[in-house]
């Protein structure tokens, strides 16, 4: 097996605002090997600056990827896949037969959008244990979801993980618990299995869908692997030349 290259496009945050719902920011990552341009899980309206300048500082367009893989069919996780006109487009089997059937409702669905990933033929489903690119293999991981994926891409000596929301940050993985879940058990178990993957090799990484990505230290104990960033422009004075900076990386003092 060659190897892919992996890089972080978007990094995904631990965090939601207090009065005014998920602040939707999550991963977003870029895979690059076997002829292919992927992009895993592609965000949410907010990051569409910021995911197209990223995707220049890397020397390529939305018209260069080939393919775009969805852990899940939240909106956070899956609107702009429209973006991509050339990429086929990957989500599970489960995951959008549950979704379209969804009426609309006060939940993060994007129900149009949703409607499209039902009825497009660039859209591809995906089985458990499928290994349906190259190197890329599925696996159910229900419970914030129905038909939520985990993906293993095998990158020979060590593997890639990416969680999407099925373990959405470090708290989750280390206490085994999913804050947002359709199924709390069933999210309990789906940690298991990430678990069990992520323990297959030394020196794997998991890129969760809402934090920084991990790597097991020598105890087995998920570390951060690069420097976190967040924060938020503010303007509370009248002066529109004048912003305040709320750093979002660090614990509060």
Sequence with gaps: MSNYQVDVLIQGFPGRSVCHGG???SSVSLIRGH???I???VGAFG???PLEKSLKSHGLSALDITDVILTHAHYDHAVNFVLFPNATVWIG???IDWAAAQKPGFNPLPELYVKELSSSAKVKKVQHQEEFIPGITAFEVPGHTPGHLLFVLDNGATNILFTGDSAKNKAELICRKVID???PAESAASIELIWQK?????GSLLIPGHDVTMVLDENQHPVHVG???AGIYAWFTENIEHSDVFDLSKLPS
């Design 227 to 229: 420097t976190r960033t």
């Design 93 to 95: 089997q489960v995951e």
């Design 198 to 202: 992520w323990l297959e090799k030394p």
């Design 23 to 25: 602040l939707g920011w």
């Design 39 to 41: 992009l895993l899980d």
């Design 35 to 37: 002829g292919r341009t």
């Design 47 to 49: 990051m569409r600056k």
């Design 181 to 183: 879940t359709e199924d």
